[in-house]
């Protein structure tokens, strides 16, 4: 089973179950344990309430399954509006509707804790991809 976990509907990825980020959650009790050869997160983990979902999303992945996450890491996003790279009002609008401000190294840290094996770990500017397995 390959999973795409986003709020943008319009990032299809062909042979991947589309989950939408709806109302700050993730319906990821639909997916068995154990289930998923990947798993794509493609920038919406700030948006999910869940404190528990980077563990019980860990659960879902199948031996050797892997976890990819694509998103905005915090630290940059602070960083770039300090050094004026960012205005300020896009930055208040954009951590307005998020639940939580994630970075690299927070997210890696609670992959490990999980039992994942961080596979890669790039930043690119503000963005912070990172792959894991299990």
């Keep these: 089973m390959k999973v795409t976990i986003t709020s943008d509907m319009s990032r299809k990825i062909d042979g991947y179950i589309m989950m939408p980020v709806i109302q700050s959650s993730v319906r990821i009790v639909d997916i068995p344990t154990?289930?998923?050869e990947h798993i794509d997160i493609f920038n919406c983990l700030d948006?999910?309430?869940?404190?528990?979902?980077?563990?019980?999303i860990s659960n879902k992945l199948r031996k050797n399954g892997i976890l990819s996450l694509v998103g905005v890491d915090s630290l940059a996003m602070c960083d770039s509006v300090v050094n004026e790279k960012v205005d300020k009002?896009?930055?208040?609008d954009y951590v307005k509707n998020k639940h939580y401000l994630w970075d690299i190294e927070e997210i890696s840290s609670k992959l490990k804790i999980a039992g994942l094996q961080i596979i890669s770990a790039k930043m690119n500017g503000m963005l912070y991809e990172l792959k894991a397995t299990r």
Excluded: G
């Design 34 to 36: 154990n289930a998923c």
């Design 47 to 56: 948006e999910i309430k869940s404190e528990t979902f980077l563990q019980d």
């Design 89 to 92: 009002k896009d930055f208040v």
